[in-house]
């Protein structure tokens, strides 16, 4: 019933910047915790980063530093900005809370 909408992927050079946004269906304060997951071509769904309605955010060691989730509460949005990228992690990233996920937005790093 809860829809997720990412948007913002698209093409970045290596060491270039993208912000990704998830749009919810409804408030986001109905959701405790809300986070960040990616899949390459070939792999396994990764975990990227969550943040609770605390204000808490946590940040795979792969990322951290370089991306940073944050909640946009007056626009039922989450967004993640991911600084430096690298190749390495060009894939389809996802918006997940409780049992529901987007459909993913596509995040090419090429030069």
């Known amino acids: 019933q809860v829809q997720l909408v990412e948007s913002g992927g698209g093409l970045a050079k290596p060491g270039g910047t993208l912000t990704l946004g998830c749009r919810a269906s409804?408030?986001?304060?109905?959701?405790?915790?809300m986070a960040w997951y990616r899949q390459a071509p070939g792999a396994e769904r990764t975990w990227v980063a969550r943040?609770?309605?605390?204000?808490?955010?946590y940040h795979a060691d792969s990322v951290k530093d370089r991306f940073t989730i944050r909640r946009a509460y007056n626009e039922n949005k989450m967004y993640l900005q991911m600084d430096s990228l690298n190749p390495e992690e060009e894939a389809v990233y996802y918006c997940?809370?409780?049992?529901?996920w987007g459909q993913g937005t596509k995040v090419l790093v090429s030069s």
């Open positions: 409804e408030s986001i304060f109905n959701f405790p915790v």
């Open positions: 943040i609770t309605t605390g204000g808490n955010s």
């Open positions: 997940h809370t409780d049992s529901f």
